[in-house]
């Protein structure tokens, strides 16, 4: 049995504390999850799942919470993953299995992520101090092995010779192509009457250089900005989607994998090997592909060693252009491949890599 994306959009993808900052998790998915369905042409009444990844939340099952709220019938359970970076792509291919296992016809699948509103965490300790606040949890249970996204992505830039410059050149383009595609985006679900991704600009060589370092050759340009968004995909059976003469994209194939966590922005390469094979396709094959950018020499490293075509890459711009709305983003990499093969056709690939070293991967073919 083969499984399809009848549908997918996204929410504006708007930086911390900015246009969508009001909005609570689910009053940013429910409107997406409510268009994801209209664009499919089904009602409510035929989801069998939804899938929610959700990175930063207070818990509470909030694919359960933002499925009520979009007015999903209530037998439609909700189903929350975290897998960090990677969860809104992985997301869409745990609805592929189900959908490929005769389990669901009809799952909607996605992420989301509010950076504003996430909640504030305490650390407790077992002798009895004070909690102690925190902003990112582990990600291996090795402090030595648990490296600062940062730095961990400086020190990917040191190891295969990747310059500022060349990571600056990136995010220009980045930029340049999010801002000529703007407003011709058939995915766009507007919020708050923000119809467009707002972090989107004219960036120039000299706006780079000025821009502070984080760390290493690691810039507030060249890395991705904390951000609020949301993206779903609606995935169905062949049954499903034998009904409908509208475009829809076969999912080919799927691979998630761990790697090295001290070196996660690689991890991707390897899914994207494993997919391409799981596909029966070559890395020329593809005509299209969405490659995550929460660092412009992550996305540059994973073009280089996967092989990938960069004529292909990002044709509206990536999240560097937008912001990374952490368990979103995967998803919108994924209604960004859908929205451009309605355009081109062909096959495409969308990849993300995760905190912990652990890279996602999926093959679309229209």
Not at 27 to 43: D, R
Not at 164 to 180: C, G, M, N, P
Request: negative net charge; aromatic residues 4%; proline residues 6%.
């Amino acid at each position: 049995m083969t499984a399809f994306i009848l549908s997918a959009c996204r929410s504006p993808v708007a930086p911390r504390g900015g246009a969508l900052a009001k909005l609570a998790l689910h009053e940013l998915a429910a409107p997406v999850i409510s268009q994801a369905l209209n664009l499919a042409g089904l009602p409510t009444d035929v989801v069998d799942e939804v899938i929610l990844s959700n990175a930063l939340g207070m818990g509470g099952n909030p694919a359960r919470i933002a499925a009520l709220a979009a007015g999903l019938p209530t037998r439609v359970a909700g189903l929350s993953i975290d897998r960090q970076c990677a969860g809104g792509l992985d997301a869409v291919l745990l609805a592929q299995q189900m959908v490929e296992s005769g389990a669901a016809d009809v799952v909607v699948a996605g992420g989301a992520e509010s950076y504003s509103r996430r909640p504030l965490r305490l650390q407790t300790f077992a002798d009895g101090r004070a909690p102690e606040p925190y902003d990112q949890a582990p990600f291996t249970p090795w402090p030595d092995r648990d490296p600062d996204m940062a730095e961990a992505a400086a020190d990917l830039a040191e190891a295969l010779g990747i310059s500022r410059q060349t990571q600056d050149d990136w995010v220009i383009t980045s930029h340049e192509r999010a801002l000529a595609t703007q407003f011709n985006r058939a995915e766009m679900v507007p919020l708050l009457a923000l119809d467009r991704d707002p972090f989107a600009r004219r960036m120039t060589a000299r706006l780079c250089v000025r821009a502070p370092v984080v760390t290493g050759c690691i810039t507030a340009a060249n890395a991705a900005v904390a951000a609020d968004g949301a993206a779903f995909c609606v995935v169905v059976s062949e049954k499903i989607a034998a009904r409908f003469s509208s475009f829809k994209v076969k999912i080919l194939a799927g691979a998630t994998l761990g790697g090295d966590p001290t070196v996660p922005g690689l991890a991707p390469v390897a899914a994207i090997k494993a997919a391409l094979e799981k596909a029966e396709r070559s890395v020329d094959a593809l005509d299209a592909a969405e490659i995550m950018e929460a660092y412009a020499v992550q996305a540059i490293a994973c073009v280089r060693l996967a092989g990938l075509d960069p004529t292909i890459i990002n044709r509206g711009g990536g999240a560097l252009a937008r912001g990374h709305p952490i368990g979103a983003s995967g998803a919108i990499n994924a209604v960004r491949l859908f929205h451009t093969l309605s355009q081109t056709g062909g096959t495409g690939l969308a990849a993300i890599a995760a905190a912990g070293g652990i890279g996602s991967a999926v093959i679309l073919g229209a």
